[in-house]
Nanobody, 124 residues
Framework: QVQVEEFGGGSVQAGGSLRLSCTVSEYPYTKPCVGWFRQATGKERQAVAG????????GYGDFVKGRFTISQENAKNTVYLQLNNLRPEDTAIYYC?????????????????WGQGTQVTVSS
């Protein structure tokens, strides 16, 4: 049973930083991709960032604009999402998910395994 778990959410003031972690118990795909998504209350889920574990190829949502950084620590099956210069509009539940090579990193329908999410709240 593949387990995906997110850690590191919390409450910060605007301009602050958080580091989210995503741990995957085992990768169910030969060439996995880990993506971060977020969903604010009343809004659709939005693709934040994705990383292909073996190639290291990375993608970001257009709104990120250099504020967030995705990285990986392969020995721990862990992917990080560093959130800097946070804004109130970044408030959302942040989810981590895993898929294979099929489809671009931002296509959430391709992700077969999802974590429960971690809340990020940014106050002004």
């Amino acid at each position: 049973q593949v387990q995906v778990e997110e850690f590191g959410g919390g409450s910060v003031q605007a301009g602050g930083s958080l580091r989210l972690s995503c741990t995957v118990s085992e990768y169910p795909y030969t060439k996995p991709c880990v993506g971060w998504f977020r969903q604010a209350t009343g809004k659709e889920r939005q693709a934040v960032a994705g990383i292909y574990i073996h190639s290291g190829s990375i993608g970001y949502g257009d709104f990120v604009k250099g504020r967030f950084t995705i990285s990986q620590e392969n020995a721990k099956n862990t992917v990080y999402l560093q959130l800097n210069n946070l804004r109130p509009e970044d408030t959302a539940i942040y989810y981590c998910a895993v898929k294979g090579l099929s489809g671009p990193w931002y296509e959430e329908d391709k992700y077969g395994y999802w974590g429960q999410g971690t809340q990020v709240t940014v106050s002004s």
